[in-house]
């Protein structure tokens, strides 16, 4: 069974720039989560879709948005950024009640 | 609100000895614990979880966790580490229809 795959691996940008980050759930999965895990700042939790709707949202500008599609893969944009977007960006999934599988993530690095 | 609290956000340990990674927890509501582990450049593995059923909980990998509802606890224990395990190990509560709450990480160093 495939796990979660994340693309790009890393992506580079400058300030004021945007990002676009992509997530493929393991299948079946239908929820898909991000978090950012900042130096020294643990895992932050962004946003949770599932079923196509978002469901929750964390403590983040609204410059961080994103989507989850039909086939339920996601993808986070990420615009104007900042440097202190520089993170490794995780994305997980879940089905109902069940424990999140992670990726290896994508690591944002803002110059 | 669900929060948890990893007491040590360092622990260095020889090889072979026991290790105790210890976590707490608040909440409302029932919870479903687990205990993740991140390797350097990688990802979040799912270590060890408790649903429901017995508190202790072992993972394939000899570490094990133990649900305490009294004391709000679900601390990872080993009894002989390798330098295999040196990576950082993170709690997380989950109460059904929210996301995950995660603690902010041990890191656990083994010392050849």
């Known amino acids: 069974e495939a796990g979660v795959t994340q693309s790009p691996t890393h992506l580079i940008k400058t300030r004021g720039q945007q990002a676009t980050l992509r997530c493929s759930p393991i299948?079946?999965?239908?929820?898909v989560y991000w978090y950012q895990q900042a130096l020294g700042l643990g895992l932050q939790f962004l946003l949770w879709?599932?079923?196509?709707?978002?469901?929750n949202r964390g403590n983040f500008p609204p410059r961080f948005s994103g989507r989850q599609f039909p086939n339920y893969s996601s993808e986070l944009n990420v615009n104007a950024l900042e440097l202190e977007d520089s993170a490794l960006y995780l994305c997980?999934?879940?089905?109902?009640?069940?424990?999140?599988?992670f990726g290896d993530g994508t690591r944002l690095s803002i110059l | 609100a669900q929060s948890v609290t990893q007491l040590d956000s360092q622990v260095p340990v020889f090889e072979e000895a026991p290790v105790e990674l210890r976590c707490n927890y608040s909440?409302?509501?029932?919870?479903?614990l687990f205990w993740y582990v991140q390797y350097p450049n990688q990802g979040l593995q799912l270590l060890l979880k408790?649903?429901?059923?017995?508190?202790l909980v072992e993972s394939i990998n000899g570490f094990e966790a133990e649900f305490n509802k009294s004391q709000t606890s679900f601390h990872l224990r080993k009894p002989s580490v390798h330098i295999s395990d040196t990576a950082e190990y993170f709690c997380?509560?989950?109460?059904?229809?929210?996301?995950?709450?995660f603690g902010k990480g041990t890191r656990l160093s083994v010392i050849a």
């Open positions: 997980a999934s879940s089905s109902f009640n069940q424990p999140q599988h």
């Open positions: 997380a509560v989950y109460s059904g229809n929210t996301p995950l709450v």
């Open positions: 299948s079946g999965h239908t929820s």
């Open positions: 909440s409302s509501v029932s919870v479903y």
């Open positions: 408790y649903l429901s059923g017995s508190t």
């Open positions: 879709y599932d079923e196509g709707e978002e469901r």
